[in-house]
Each structure stands twice: as C-alpha cells, then as structure tokens.
C-alpha cells in the first residue's frame, strides 16, 4: 500500500472517531433528539471533562501521524514495529469479545444478573469507536512496516 493510502485509510478512521468525539460533545452540551442518548456514548465512569480530554489528545496523535504518514516519515522507532501491532490486535480481540459478551448478554443468554449484562458490556457506541482505535493502532504498525521494507 503507498504511503498516500495508508494515510487515506488513518484519515478516514480519525474522522470517525473525530464523529464520535463531535456527537457526544454535541448530545452532552445541546442534547439533541436525532443522536443516542447521553448515556449512550459514555461506557466508564471517567468524568466528561477528563474523557474528552483524552479524546483531544489522542484526535492530535492520528492527525500527526497521518500527516507523517503522507509524507513518507517514521512514526515510531520500528523496534516499536511488533509491540505496537501486537497491542493494536490484543485490543481489537478485547473490544471485540466486550461487544460480544455484551449482545449476548444483553440478549438474556447469559442472565439478566450476570457481568455480560452489566453497563461496560453494554456501552455498544464506545466500543465499536474502541474498535477504530485498535484498527488505527493496527494501521501504524503495518505503515511503520511497510517503511522498514521500503529502507531495504
């Protein structure tokens, strides 16, 4: 893949994850009727401020990164190559099984009283944008790899 495709393919995931920041601000400072609700976007207990604040920050990284990215630049030392892809697909497998274990349990397979029913399996609007950070994550490590093989 080119240099210009990888960073299509991060622009198009920070967008959406820029989407999911944008739509809970949005519902949290106007609520509006045509999003989910408030609670539908908050999957922890971590306070609004503090939450977006992360979001900022890590909105910055995949805007860096895409940039470097289209311009052909290393966006970590590739001795960073294996551990950043490793962790990308150990927390794409994580968000997955949580969205699982929560449609299950929120279909009644596993009781209504049991963990899978409990709000963080259930938090589907944060998980599935925790599944685009995993592919974002994924997404580096393959860019950093690609630019390794280029170097040889």
Avoid at 110 to 115: A, C, L, Q, T, Y
Avoid at 117 to 145: D, I, N
């Amino acid at each position: 893949m080119t240099n210009a495709r990888f960073a299509a393919v991060s622009t198009a995931l920070g967008l959406a994850f820029l989407a999911r920041v944008a739509g809970q601000a949005v519902q949290r400072w106007w609520g509006v009727d045509f999003l989910p609700s408030q609670d539908a976007w908050q999957g922890s207990s971590l306070p609004f401020g503090a939450l977006l604040g992360a979001q900022l920050v890590i909105l910055v990284i995949i805007a860096i990164a895409t940039v470097r990215m289209g311009a052909g630049k290393n966006l970590f030392a590739l001795n960073w190559v294996k551990p950043v892809g490793w962790f990308g697909i150990l927390y794409f497998t994580a968000m997955s099984v949580r969205l699982l274990i929560g449609i299950g349990g929120d279909a009644g397979v596993f009781g209504d009283d049991s963990i899978a029913a409990g709000k963080w399996f259930t938090a589907y609007l944060p998980t599935s944008f925790h599944l685009v950070l995993a592919c974002e994550l994924m997404l580096f490590a393959a860019y950093q790899r690609s630019q390794l093989q280029q170097s040889r």
